[in-house]
């Protein structure tokens, strides 16, 4: 048990942790005094009440209270609310502050090997593919997504009103209501649209280029910079597999293929020889289901399989060499 | 004192770490030939026993162990570094959190749809349903409780800071007060809120 001063301390460092203080003597003596066992106790009994209040964002009680708290905007929207109409929105209670309250972002995300479907409330699904991340935050006037890794389809729901924009890197693609896949690549983005049509163009300093139209499949891809490629065909087979688990590698040169399963694999698979990577291979294959892969590597590409702790290598079979 | 700082987890990290740290008393003594990963490791160290005995609170103490080691993987993947340690944990026990939050919907789904077809497929809503939250509806009840139960002034800091994301200097604008004063306010609702869940336990 705490002691009332360690309690209090331990609620003023977490205070501060969230100040944005980076003052170093200060960060010298948290170092001091988060190592301490009864410190570290009371200092976690905080992140739960900080962490766990988070839940009830939706909570009546607390929409309520937030409703009647001050807000900034106050100051420069003019005319100011009628007191009346305020007062209205009030009784409206939940449904005023969903429709006018600030819009608050909600972070949807996967892990190696993980997929999930969200739902939003304005009708459209998400699909997150592995290792995946998106911030998702609905306003009056715009739907919007941020795609911080991996990738995911869009389903969107029509709202000619609303549009919905997903930003990755600094590009944008904006759909009124549509299906489209949108990929963070190595060395950019990758859009593919499967449904409808969907503009693509560079958001932030990038914004002076003119966005791109592109319809149902058609793709385009765009650079860390947002500088938006020529419309290609649309990764449809690819798009397909995924959201049914499967990965369909059509004739595509092994290390291709490898580097596609390796982004639903904690172990990656790895070529004892680069050369080997111009093999090509066919096939079907469920997502996580490692032995089915191997063993089709064996028997088709004559390459054995060598499973480390961290890595799997590949090693052709004695006599396949070339 | 920085505005961003409520918004921990948000956006990709552009610059590799470690950052540019001079001089004796830099926030964090990192060797200047250490890598991104022993940092992360270091950091991840000082906070795991501390992490796992706090997740043991929200799941089964296998989910827990797992969750642990994939917090650690987020860290490192996500590249956001912060040199300051606390700002760290923070960082590190929010994503914690959002995993067990995930865990407990992902079970909840699986357990309101024994047999559903195969291609249905797991939905979050952006509403929770009743089952669907990381904190029972008795831990939720007394926190209702404890926010209402807040000072005037400490209830408002605390709703702006943890419900409307805004920072400090953000919020003493708008309240007209200190700095200072937001975060000592932010300390009180805090200790309020922590005591008020002990005592449940």
């Not at chain 1, 860390?224 to 290609?232: D, F, H, I, K, Y």
């Not at chain 2, 807040?150 to 409307?164: A, G, I, M, N, W």
């Amino acid at each position: 048990m705490s002691t009332p001063h360690v309690k209090s301390t331990a609620a003023e460092w977490f205070a501060r942790a969230r100040s944005g203080d980076t003052d170093p003597a200060r960060e010298q003596s948290w170092l001091e005094w988060i190592d301490d066992e009864g410190h570290q106790q009371a200092y976690e009994k905080c992140e739960l009440a900080w962490e766990l209040s988070g839940e009830l964002r939706r909570s009546p009680a607390i929409v309520a209270l937030l409703a009647a708290a001050p807000t900034a905007r106050a100051k420069w929207r003019v005319p100011a609310w009628p007191v009346g109409l305020a007062a209205s929105l009030l009784a409206v209670g939940v449904f005023g502050w969903r429709i006018l309250g600030p819009p608050t972002s909600t972070q949807y995300s996967t892990g190696i090997g993980e997929q999930r479907t969200v739902a939003l409330a304005d009708g459209s699904t998400v699909f997150l593919n592995t290792d995946s991340d998106v911030r998702v935050q609905l306003s009056r006037r715009v739907r919007r997504v941020e795609l911080a890794r991996g990738e995911a389809l869009f389903s969107v729901s029509h709202d000619p009103g609303r549009p919905f924009e997903v930003h990755a890197l600094q590009g944008v693609t904006t759909a009124i209501g549509t299906q489209f896949d949108v990929e963070l690549t190595r060395g950019g983005a990758a859009i593919s649209v499967l449904e409808g049509t969907v503009t693509v163009g560079g958001s932030g300093n990038a914004a002076a280029l003119p966005p791109v139209a592109v319809s149902a499949g058609n793709g385009v891809g765009y650079s860390q910079e947002g500088a938006v490629s020529q419309l290609r065909p649309a990764e449809v087979n690819r798009i397909q597999g995924w959201r049914t688990q499967r990965m369909i590698f059509n004739d595509i040169p092994l290390d291709a293929a490898l580097a596609e399963y390796n982004r639903y694999s904690r172990r990656p698979i790895v070529l004892s020889n680069p050369a080997l990577g111009s093999r090509h291979i066919n096939g079907v294959f469920h997502i996580g289901d490692e032995a089915a892969f191997l063993s089709a590597l064996d028997q088709g590409l004559h390459l054995k399989a060598d499973k480390g702790d961290v890595q799997t290598v590949l090693e052709p079979t004695p006599g396949y060499e070339q | 004192m920085k505005p961003e700082t409520t918004q921990l987890s948000a956006g990709m990290a552009q610059s590799a770490y470690p950052p540019d740290i001079d001089g004796p008393d830099a926030a964090v003594p990192i060797p200047a030939d250490a890598s991104h990963r022993s940092y992360v490791t270091m950091l991840f160290n000082r906070h795991r026993v501390s992490l796992q005995r706090y997740l043991m609170r929200l799941v089964s103490p296998d989910d827990a162990a797992e969750l642990v080691q994939e917090s650690y993987y987020r860290l490192l993947r996500h590249g956001e570094m912060l040199k300051i340690d606390a700002m760290a944990r923070s960082f590190l026990f929010q994503t914690a959190t959002n995993l067990a939050r995930d865990l407990y919907r992902r079970r909840a789904s699986h357990r309101a749809a024994l047999h559903v077809p195969i291609e249905d497929e797991e939905i979050i809503e952006d509403h929770l349903g009743p089952d669907e939250h990381l904190a029972g509806e008795q831990t939720r009840r007394l926190l209702e409780r404890a926010i209402a139960d807040l000072p005037e002034d400490t209830r408002t800091v605390f709703l702006l800071h943890r419900f409307r994301d805004l920072t400090y200097p953000q919020i003493a604008q708008i309240m007209r007060l200190s700095g200072r004063t937001v975060a000592r306010k932010m300390a009180e609702a805090i200790e309020r809120l922590s005591a008020a869940m002990s005592e449940a336990t």
